[in-house]
C-alpha cells in the first residue's frame, strides 16, 4: 500500500521565525477589554501598544474581523533605540533613519528591499478576554 502526503511550504513562516534579529522569546498575556487600558481594541481599526514581553514588546491591532498581534521591534533591524516600533494610523513605523514602516492589517513591509514581515504572535479571543502568546 503506498501513501501519498502533501507537502505544503512553509517557507514563508520558517523565514519569519527564523529571522536574526528577533527573539523567539516564550511568554503570555491576558488583555481584558472591558478595562479602561484596552476598551480601544474593542472597535476596529484601533491598535495599543503594550510593554514589557516579546523583544520590544506587543503591538496589538484589532482588523474589524479579529486581533493581530505584532512583536513591536522592528523585524528588519538589529535591536537598538530606534528599532522600537511606534504606531502611526493603520502603520506600525520604526524611529531609525530612514524609517521601516509596516502595514498592520498584514504585517507586510511598506518598503521595497524589507527582507522580514512584522514578527506575530498566536492570539485567542473569547469575550471580553484576549490571550496572546507564543
Not at 512553509?10 to 529571522?19: G, I, K, P, S, Y
Not at 522592528?74 to 502595514?103: K, M
Request: glycine share 8%.
Amino acid at each position: 500500500m503506498l501513501f501519498v502526503f502533501p507537502f505544503f511550504s512553509c517557507e514563508d513562516d520558517d523565514l519569519r521565525r527564523d529571522n536574526p534579529n528577533l527573539l523567539n522569546l516564550r511568554f503570555e498575556i491576558t488583555l481584558n477589554t472591558s478595562l479602561p487600558a484596552y476598551n480601544q481594541l474593542n472597535f476596529a481599526g484601533n491598535a495599543i501598544y503594550y510593554p514589557g514581553v516579546a523583544n520590544k514588546g506587543l503591538i496589538v491591532f484589532n482588523t474589524g474581523g479579529g486581533i493581530l498581534a505584532w512583536d513591536a521591534a522592528d523585524p528588519n533591524l538589529t535591536p537598538r533605540d530606534c528599532s522600537l516600533l511606534s504606531i502611526q494610523g493603520f502603520e506600525a513605523v520604526s524611529n531609525c533613519d530612514p524609517p521601516n514602516s509596516y502595514d498592520l492589517y498584514s504585517g507586510q513591509p511598506n518598503q521595497d528591499g524589507l527582507q522580514y514581515p512584522l514578527y506575530s504572535y498566536r492570539v485567542q479571543e473569547s469575550g471580553n478576554t484576549i490571550r496572546i502568546f507564543n
